[in-house]
Structures are given as C-alpha cells and as structure tokens.
C-alpha cells in the first residue's frame, strides 16, 4: 500500500501540474468545449456491465438522418486505434452499434464514446465482478489460515469477507467474527483486501467464509472453512506405535511361553534320565 502511494504521488503532482498549466492556458476554450460535449452527451455517462468472456453492444442512438460516419471511442482513442481493442470488434447498423466478440476480457472495461457531427454518448463499461473461492478450506488448529479471493472483473471492486459458523446463523463481517485475530492484505493477484489472514486458528472457526464483491449472491465465492485437530497428524503415528508395541509385547509373550515348556522339557528330560 505504502509503495502504491509512493509510486502515485509524483504522478500525481506531475497530473497536477499540467492541468494547471493547461487550465490557466486554455481555461475559455476548455470551458466551452467541455460544456458543448456535455450538453451533447446529455449528461453523465451510463454504466454498462458485462460479464468477462462474454459479449458487449453499444448502440449509438443519436440522430442521424444524412448517414454521417459514427466515431467510436474507447479512452478517448479511436477503437481502430486502440492496440487492445484492434481487430476484435465489429460494427454494425452503418456503424451506429459496436460489438465486442464474446472472447471479451478483463481489460475491455473502460469509457466507450459514440459520435455523430458535433453530438455524443458515452458509456462506462465496467466487468461484472465475481470472486473464486476453494470450494473446501482446511487448517490445522493453531496454525495461521490465509485465503486468497481470486476476483474477475475490472476495475477491481471492494472486497468484502463475510462469516457464518457451523450452526448457521446469518453471514456477518468475518474481521469482526475473527477479531482481533484478523487482518486483510492485498491478495496475489493485487487486489486490495483481496486475503484474509487470521491468526492462531481455533476450533468454533469452523464455518462458512465468503468473499463478497457483488451486491448478487450467486458472484460471490465461497468455501467451507475446516479446522483439524492439533494432533490430527498425529494420531496415525502414534497409532503405529501403538501397534509395534502392542506386536512386541505379544511376540514377547509368546517367546516366553515357548521359553517356559521348554525348560520344562529339559527339566523332565533330565528327571527322567536321573530315573532311568
Ligand atoms: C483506459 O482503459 C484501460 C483498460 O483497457 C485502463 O487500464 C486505463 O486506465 C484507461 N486509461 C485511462 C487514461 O483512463
Ligand atoms: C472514465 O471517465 C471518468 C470520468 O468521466 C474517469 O473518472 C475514469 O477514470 C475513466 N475511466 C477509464 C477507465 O478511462
Ligand atoms: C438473520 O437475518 C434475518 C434477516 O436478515 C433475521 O430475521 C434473523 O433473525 C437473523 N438470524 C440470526 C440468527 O441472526
Ligand atoms: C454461531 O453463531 C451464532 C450467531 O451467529 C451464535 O449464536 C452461536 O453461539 C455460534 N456458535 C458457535 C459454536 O460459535
Ligand atoms: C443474480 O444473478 C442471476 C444470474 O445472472 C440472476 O438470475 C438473478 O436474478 C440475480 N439475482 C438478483 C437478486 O439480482
């Protein structure tokens, strides 16, 4: 986190710095654009969720009666342009609706604009989130658990870790379940919060855990959260033991026995030879 912060802020100063500069240079003109491309785009612009690996399809539903050519843009870079985007879209309608294949990824998400004459619209295309989990977690009673919410969908979204335990009951806030034993951390993938870490795991952890990044239940991954008996690993190795023991003291036994009749033998041998 720190080093996200540190990285950022020069850029960020530099972002500064130009904005000022072009603010202060060109502050009429920007002001008149930026109000004519609103007043154009007729406000904010709409969010549109797609599910990665799947399709996107905008329509440019501006007016367009002499058939003027329709501009696409995604990030401010014409689509044709666009390295990512190149050659994986087609348009349709004369141009007025973009389609992106169903081999959609993470990346496609961005700010996607239409054209025509001096009008426009413009979309927010954001993945709609989803989140991996094990289906089955275990840990050895004691020892530190760590899960790792894998997420899909950009831009990543809050992460939320939810807890129920094995009795049921409704999913509550798993840093206050686990508490103070519990910390978030930035996941592999690099997600903010994307981990749960919680320390010294106990035996009433047992439970449910989910990893919440869509309001809709059915994105969210979850996974069953077993805690092993401390010794459970031992348990089969003092369990050969046991049987080695309990082996020995039978062959012990046993030689003994054989032991015993047989100076018994040698006994009435002896006796009977003395006799004879
Ligand atoms: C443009 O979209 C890409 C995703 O393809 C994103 O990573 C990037 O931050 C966007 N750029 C700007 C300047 O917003
Ligand atoms: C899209 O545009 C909004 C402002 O309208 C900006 O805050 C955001 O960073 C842009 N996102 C991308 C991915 O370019
Ligand atoms: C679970 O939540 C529902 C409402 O969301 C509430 O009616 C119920 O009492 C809760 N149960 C427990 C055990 O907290
Ligand atoms: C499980 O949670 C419920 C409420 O959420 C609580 O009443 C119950 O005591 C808990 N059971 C255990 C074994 O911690
Ligand atoms: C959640 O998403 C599924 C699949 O897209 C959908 O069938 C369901 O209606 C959604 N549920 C809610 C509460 O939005």
């Known amino acids: 986190m720190s080093r996200r912060t540190a990285l950022s802020s020069p850029m960020a100063l530099l972002l500064l710095f130009l904005a000022a500069v072009v603010s202060t240079r060109a502050q009429t003109e920007a002001a008149a654009e930026g109000a004519a491309a609103a007043a154009a785009a007729g406000g904010e612009a709409e969010l549109v969720l797609y599910n990665v690996g799947y399709g996107i399809e905008l329509t440019c539903d501006l007016p367009n009666p002499t058939k003027l050519d329709v501009v696409w843009k995604k990030n401010d870079t014409a689509v044709e342009a666009w390295w990512d985007v190149r050659g ?3 348009l349709e309608d004369g141009g007025a609706r973009l389609v992106l294949p169903p081999k959609t990824h993470e990346d ?3 700010n996607y604009t239409c054209s025509v004459g001096g009008a426009s619209r ?5 993945g709609n989130p989803h989140s991996k989990l094990p289906a089955n977690t275990n840990v050895v009673e004691g020892q530190k658990l760590k899960l790792q919410c894998r997420v899909v969908g950009k831009p990543y979204p809050a992460v939320t870790w939810l807890y129920e335990n094995s009795t049921g009951g409704n999913l509550t806030d798993a840093l ?4 103070p034993r519990a910390e978030l951390a930035t996941s592999d993938q690099g997600v903010e919060g994307g981990a749960l870490l919680v320390a010294a795991a106990e035996r009433t952890d047992a439970g449910r855990l989910v990893c919440r990044v869509n309001h809709n239940a059915t994105f969210n991954g979850a996974t069953v959260l077993r805690v092993k008996d401390m010794y459970a690993a031992l348990w089969p190795f003092l369990g050969i033991c046991a049987e080695v023991l309990v082996l020995c003291a039978v062959i012990l036994i046993y030689e003994r026995r054989r032991a015993k009749p047989e100076l018994d033998d040698s006994d009435t041998d002896h006796h009977d030879a003395k006799k004879s």
């Open 176 to 179: 206050a379940a686990f508490a």
């Open 122 to 126: 413009a979309w927010r295309v954001q």
């Open 108 to 110: 496609d998400f961005g």
């Open 88 to 90: 994986r879209y087609r």
